[in-house]
């Protein structure tokens, strides 16, 4: 149960940031339904991120961060599970005055909770080096990386046209 919440939390973590980062155009082509199902799937993964440290404690793994030998690539998912929680507090409380202005900026941690989390995965979990789920893992840190690329991309080309 462990790994399966893990590996299914890392492929719908890969949709998801594709998602997010391409909103305005896919609701433009399929509608605001699109943003429901967003964060519909947001909640989904929220759930399978708190069940699977949760199995991990449950089955002997350490909660709190460790220098020990062999909890290095914990780290990266203990890391990833605190900026997710900042990212998701960003999201639920994005009309609020205080973040109505900057909420993306704190929301956009998603892309380093997806890094720590294929760190982790790649050092502690054993199907991202077993066939099929390697290809599937090398195909997310590729698609993930070209979204962040494209969007910073993106943002230094704007801010060069309008300085």
Do not use: C
């Not at 893990?6 to 399929?30: R, T, W």
């Not at 708190?50 to 780290?75: C, D, K």
């Not at 790649?122 to 993930?144: A, S």
């Amino acid at each position: 149960m462990l790994r399966a919440a893990g590996l299914l939390l890392f492929v719908l973590l890969v949709i998801q940031i594709n998602l997010g980062a391409h909103m305005s155009y896919l609701i433009d082509k399929f509608g605001a339904r699109l943003f429901k199902f967003h964060t519909t799937l947001g909640k989904v993964i929220y759930g399978l991120a708190f069940i699977h440290p949760l199995l991990a404690v449950l089955s002997g793994v350490r909660l709190l961060p460790s220098w020990a030998p062999g909890e290095f690539y914990y780290n990266f998912g203990r890391m990833a599970f605190v900026l997710l929680n900042l990212a998701v507090l960003a999201a639920l409380f994005r009309t609020t005055p205080f973040l109505s202005k900057f909420w993306h900026k704190i929301h956009i941690l998603n892309y380093a909770v997806f890094y720590f989390v294929a760190i982790h995965s790649w050092g502690v979990g054993t199907d991202t080096r077993v066939f099929p789920f390697v290809i599937i893992y090398w195909l997310g840190v590729t698609t993930v990386t070209a979204t962040v690329v494209s969007k910073f991309y993106k943002l230094l080309s704007s801010s060069r046209v309008s300085a």
